[in-house]
Every structure is written in C-alpha cells, then in structure tokens.
C-alpha cells in the first residue's frame, strides 16, 4: 500500500485527480504522472519512471487529443495506411488503426515491465488489450463460462448486417464498433416485417462533398431511411462493427437500466444501477444513478455477485475491472468489460470510493 505509485495518465484529468485525492485520504505520497503524450513522444521516459520499486497504473490516453492523434498515426503506418487527419472533436474516425497504435504502445509497456520486475502493474497491458477489442472481449469471456448476449459476429456493411438478422432470424440488434468505449457508434437497430426500420445512436451523421463523416454526440439521433441507415452502417463497419442479439433490459418505472460493477482484487465491489429512457444508458449520456441494491431481489443480487467474480478470473492480471450487466429474472449477462472502468466519482463501497478501494485491497 505504501509503495510509489506512477500513473500513465493525462494530468490534471478526473481519473488523476480523484487518484491523488485518494492518495491523501490514506495519507500517501501523491502518485507520480507519466503523460501519455510525453511517453509516446520519448518511450526512455517510462524507463526512467520506473527504476524505483512500485506499482504502475495504466489510465486511458482518451482524454488527451495529441496522444489520442500520436496513437492514430502510429496505427495508420503500422497498418500501412495513409495518415488520416486530425479527428475534429467528437469525430469517430479511423478506430480501427487507434486500437493498432494503442496495442502496440500497451506491448511497449509489457516489454518494459518484463524488463523491471520490481515494477507491479495494476492491470496487465495485455488484458487491457483484449479488453480493448471489445468483439475479443467478449469471446473471451463465453469461453470462460460468462454469459454474453448472442454474438452475431463482425458486420461488413448494411447488405451483411440484413443477411446476418436473416440468418439468425433476427428483426433487433445491436451493433457496436469492436474498438469503440462509453457508447461511442454503438446503435440500437430495429426492422418489422413491412419494412420499416430504425437505428437509434450517439453517432451523428454528417455527410457533405461526398464524404460520410460520423460524431460522438451526447444527444441520441435517429435514422429511418434505409440511405441514411446504410450510410451509418457502412461509416462503422469500415472501421471494424460487430452485432449482437438484442437483450431487453430491466425496467424502473418508465425507464430502464443495466449495471455497472468494479470488481476490485477479483471481488465485486462497487456497483451502480445506470437509469435512463434510451436505448444506452450510459452516465455520460444524462443517464442517472439509481442503489443496485434497492432494485434488486435476492436472486437478482445473487447473480451479479457470481457472474461479475466470473468476469474478474478471465482477467486474473487485472486488480481493478469495470463490468456492464443486464440482469434479470435471477440471470446476468455481460455487455463489456472496461479496463478503465473505475471512474464513478463519489461511489461509495464499504466507506471508500473506487480509488481508495483498489490502494488499499492489494
């Protein structure tokens, strides 16, 4: 508990704020910060932070545009591609060559720490990888016995996207970016028989000159014509899609919600309930909080606790997890795991927030 802690992080964000805040409560030394965008620019820096014994936190580059613009062009010359310009804010682009960059960067960290055994890592890059590839993820957890919606598997386009609903006989899905985080392009697609469809998602379409652009928006749009549709769906797949098999999701009066769980040390710990009247409900979105506990029953509480400790050992090199749960009628089912999934300010499990839990369960 008392060793130095380093943060790959982008200072001044939420994440090391609340971290160090944390630090104080417990009366330790302030961790020590690594930015991403310093790392990415001379990799000896992650060296020399870690010649002292202790432990490294990974956080997210997300909240960083010039390390979020490093990782997407060193995806592009890895995958051999053209560097795709600056993203404008918001803008879903190229996700595909994002996650080639920042896997690599991840086994730049592995390589690092194999080298400096005195280091301990919170969560293990290679997990975080595969946490990463949220269509790797969660094959990876069905093969460890967690229940998962129905994978339809990757979409190549709007023609492949009707042929797989076709084959699985399907009329509702959804489809998410395999390297996507916090609802960013994930749609909600529905079709009846007389034809009509439905695509309800974060994703704004803008198309102009010739060219379909999309953008992360806080504000749920909704396509009906099967031209703005296929647009969408091929916008995301060329940046690698998948589908899933629709889950109905609990209801609380007249909304819905699934859950959030951090499990910490391999234990479910905190978790909240994420309430809301659209299809995603994620907290960024508006969506509010609601007490896990209070909606609920035994059986229901029972099956969170069992299947996020299932989720927590197919990640065993990961000390701190976020996962997303729908769960009903006595059975959960994972939507994602999230290396990254301990931001929920002010939640509180047994007296300590998310931060103070994973420093002091070690």
Same mark, same amino acid.
């Given at each position: 508990m008392?060793?130095?802690?380093?943060?790959?992080?982008?200072?001044?964000?939420?994440?090391?704020?609340?971290?160090?805040?944390?630090?104080?409560?417990l009366?330790?030394?302030p961790?020590?910060?690594?930015?991403?965008?310093d790392?990415?620019?001379?990799?000896?820096?992650?060296e020399?932070s870690?010649?002292?014994?202790?432990?490294?936190?990974?956080?997210?580059?997300g909240?960083?545009?010039?390390?979020h613009?490093?990782?997407l062009?060193?995806?592009c010359?890895?995958?051999d591609?053209?560097?795709?310009?600056?993203?404008?804010?918001?803008?879903?682009?190229?996700m595909?060559?994002w996650?080639?960059?920042?896997a690599?960067?991840?086994?730049?960290?592995?390589?690092q720490l194999?080298?400096q055994s005195?280091v301990q890592v919170?969560?293990?890059?290679?997990?975080?990888?595969?946490?990463?590839?949220?269509?790797a993820?969660?094959r990876h957890?069905a093969?460890h016995?967690v229940p998962?919606?129905?994978?339809l598997?990757p979409v190549?386009?709007?023609a492949?996207?009707?042929?797989?609903?076709?084959e699985?006989?399907l009329?509702?899905?959804?489809?998410?970016p395999r390297?996507?985080?916090?609802?960013?392009?994930v749609?909600?697609?529905?079709?009846?028989?007389a034809g009509?469809?439905?695509?309800?998602?974060?994703?704004?379409?803008?198309?102009?000159e010739g060219?379909t652009?999309?953008?992360?928006?806080?504000?749920m749009?909704?396509y009906?014509?099967?031209r703005?549709?296929?647009?969408?769906?091929?916008?995301l $797949?060329?940046?690698e899609?998948? #589908?899933e /098999?629709?889950?109905?999701? *609990?209801r609380?009066?007249?909304s819905? =919600? +699934? !859950?959030?769980?951090?499990?910490?040390?391999?234990?479910p710990?905190?978790?909240?309930?994420?309430?809301?009247d659209?299809m995603?409900t994620?907290?960024?979105?508006?969506?509010?909080?609601?007490?896990?506990?209070?909606?609920?029953n035994?059986?229901d509480?029972? $099956?969170?606790?069992?299947t996020? #400790?299932? /989720?927590?050992?197919?990640? *065993?090199?990961?000390h701190?997890?976020? =996962? +997303? !749960?729908v769960?009903?009628?006595?059975?959960?089912?994972a939507l994602?795991?999230?290396?990254?999934?301990?931001l929920?300010?002010g939640?509180?499990w047994?007296?300590?927030?998310?931060?103070?839990?994973?420093?002091?369960h070690?």
């Open positions: 008392h060793t130095q802690l380093t943060l790959l992080a982008t200072a001044g964000s939420k994440r090391v704020r609340l971290m160090q805040a944390a630090r104080a409560q009366r330790l030394p961790a020590r910060v690594l930015e991403w965008r790392w990415l620019a001379q990799p000896a820096l992650l020399e870690l010649r002292q014994p202790g432990r490294l936190k990974i956080e997210p580059p909240d960083d545009a010039a390390a613009l490093l990782l062009h060193a995806g010359r890895l995958q591609r053209p560097p795709v310009p600056a993203p404008d804010h918001g803008e879903l682009l190229a595909d060559a996650f080639a960059g920042f690599a960067a991840m086994q730049a960290v592995a390589a194999a080298v005195h919170y969560n293990a890059p290679a997990e975080i990888i595969l946490m990463t590839d949220k269509l993820c969660q957890l093969a016995g998962i919606p129905t994978l598997g190549a386009g709007y492949h996207l009707q042929s797989l609903l076709h699985h006989d009329d509702r899905a959804y489809l998410k390297y996507g985080s916090s609802a960013s392009g749609v909600a697609y529905r079709r009846n028989r009509r469809q439905q695509a309800t998602t974060s994703a704004a379409l803008s198309q102009a060219r652009r999309l953008f992360n928006v806080k504000r749009a909704r009906e014509t099967e703005d549709i296929a647009a969408l769906v091929d916008a $797949a060329a940046q899609l998948y #589908a /098999a629709w889950l109905n999701k *609990p609380c009066g007249d819905h =919600y +699934d !859950l959030r769980v951090v499990t910490v040390a391999g234990r710990a905190h978790r909240v309930a994420r309430i809301g659209r995603m994620n907290l960024h979105l508006d969506n509010r909080r609601g007490d896990a506990a209070g909606l609920l035994a059986a509480l029972a $099956a969170l606790e069992e996020a #400790a299932l /989720a927590a050992r197919a990640f *065993p090199a990961s701190v997890t976020g =996962y +997303d !749960l769960v009903r009628h006595g059975q959960a089912h994602e795991a999230n290396a990254f999934g301990d929920l300010p939640l509180l047994q007296g300590a927030d998310t931060y103070a839990a994973q420093l002091t070690v």
